[in-house]
């Protein structure tokens, strides 16, 4: 099987959606981890900020000093199993963005990862492509790589649509129950503005929802 780092060298436009993250790779190849390392710090890969670890203990330690927005986790390192090291950070960090990257893809390894609630799942080798495209998705959907409070919005917009459209109800049903208006509804689902303290209450209470969940799913 091809090397992942060697599966796709060709030049791509960068993502201009895609803020730089923060990513930690444990990986037990060499190659590969200096591969992603080069890739990623590039202009051309994201400009991510990428640490690197060849054994869980360098990697929990890595995550101890400072947590990031992305792992990327390999499945197979030998003796370790990587099914323990995902059970593990979900114990320490249940809302880490976890995306697998494997030489030994099977359904039952994707099936047990995604019940652990990984982002996503890339067979080696994978093209650099699929890798960024992962990445961005993963920052578009999570909010990831923003400030605090742009973080907050996108996750307050976010959770207020699941909440809507879980009880069926339009923006106009919304607006009815919570007194707040539709155009205002519509800018905060699409994290245009952060809602006042008094409208968040008056959103949670129509939808007979927890805001401090919302906070919570925001990671404040």
Do not use: N
């Not at 792992?71 to 323990?84: E, F, I, P, R």
């Amino acid at each position: 099987m091809t090397p992942a780092h060697e599966a796709t060298r060709e030049p791509h436009e960068p993502d201009a959606g895609a803020p730089g993250l923060s990513i930690v790779c444990l990986d037990d190849d060499a190659d590969f981890r200096e591969f992603i390392k080069t890739l990623l710090e590039s202009a051309q890969g994201g400009s991510h900020r990428v640490r690197l670890a060849a054994d869980p203990e360098e990697f929990f330690q890595a995550c101890e000093e400072s947590l990031p927005d992305v792992v990327l986790l390999d499945m197979k390192m030998g003796a370790v199993d990587g099914s323990t090291v995902l059970g593990e950070i979900r114990k320490r960090w249940p809302k880490l963005c976890v995306i697998i990257v494997t030489g030994h893809p099977s359904l039952d390894s994707m099936r047990q990862t995604f019940k652990q609630d990984v982002f996503d799942y890339l067979a080696k080798p994978f093209s650099i492509e699929e890798l960024r495209r992962s990445l961005a998705q993963a920052a578009a959907t999570l909010g990831l790589g923003r400030r605090p409070l742009d973080r907050l919005r996108v996750e307050l917009g976010r959770q207020i649509r699941l909440a809507r459209t879980g009880r069926g109800w339009t923006l106009k049903e919304l607006s009815e129950a919570s007194g707040i208006s539709v155009s205002q509804l519509s800018s905060i689902e699409r994290a245009s503005h952060l809602p006042s303290v008094e409208s968040l209450v008056a959103i949670a209470e129509a939808l007979e929802a927890s805001p401090s969940a919302w906070f919570g799913a925001a990671g404040l």
